[in-house]
């Protein structure tokens, strides 16, 4: 797979991999057993104030690749579940971490993969239909159904155009 250059193409990478895995637009409640299932083997370790995350990609002896990820266990859950399928996205986009790994559009395009994997525009339109004449119970709404942070939930609404960003400071 390639690495997204855009919100649409991160849209596309999280659509091929729900449909990979058959799940549709319903939440993803076990990250940790997706990424197990796509080939991704991690750790939750206590890191203290380093890094979310780190992904590292190794030959398996046999001609194919596994990925390995570290996620930092000192993170709140909302904040690991966000990491560790950042992390499997720079698996599957055959990008692990290597060294001293740039930040910019890799990082953000990912993010935005995580979003869709997470969250995905049918569900939220689902909910946004359920919930839309309050903003903050779709919200609410959005981050519980799909085990997501506030904060992720709330920049995934306004991405997608439900909200508008001036909302967020009244929420």
């Known amino acids: 797979m390639p690495v997204p250059r855009s919100h649409e193409e991160s849209e596309a990478l999280a659509a091929q991999v729900r449909a990979e895995?058959?799940?549709?637009?319903?939440?993803?409640?076990?990250?940790?057993?997706?990424?197990?299932?796509?080939g991704l083997i991690w750790f939750s370790l206590r890191l203290g104030g380093l890094h979310d995350g780190a992904c590292v990609e190794l030959d398996d002896g046999a001609g194919g690749r596994v990925g390995v990820?570290?996620?930092?266990?000192?993170?709140?859950g909302g904040r690991r579940r966000w990491?560790?399928?950042?992390?499997?996205?720079?698996?599957?986009?055959?990008?692990?971490?290597?060294?001293?790994?740039?930040?910019?559009?890799?990082?953000?395009?990912?993010d935005s993969f995580v979003a869709y994997l997470l969250m995905p525009r049918a569900a939220?339109?689902?909910i946004w239909q359920e919930r839309r004449s309050d903003e903050r119970s779709a919200a609410l709404t959005l981050a519980a159904r799909?085990?997501?942070?506030?904060?992720a939930a709330c920049s995934h609404l306004v991405s997608l155009g439900f909200i508008r960003h001036e909302s967020l400071d009244a929420m």
Do not use: C, M
């Open 83 to 110: 990491t560790l399928a950042h992390e499997l996205g720079h698996y599957l986009v055959a990008d692990a971490y290597a060294g001293e790994h740039p930040a910019g559009d890799v990082e953000r395009f990912l």
């Open 21 to 38: 895995l058959q799940i549709g637009d319903e939440p993803i409640t076990d990250i940790g057993a997706v990424a197990a299932r796509l």
């Open 124 to 126: 939220v339109a689902a």
């Open 146 to 151: 799909n085990a997501t942070s506030w904060t």
């Open 69 to 76: 990820a570290v996620i930092n266990g000192d993170q709140k």
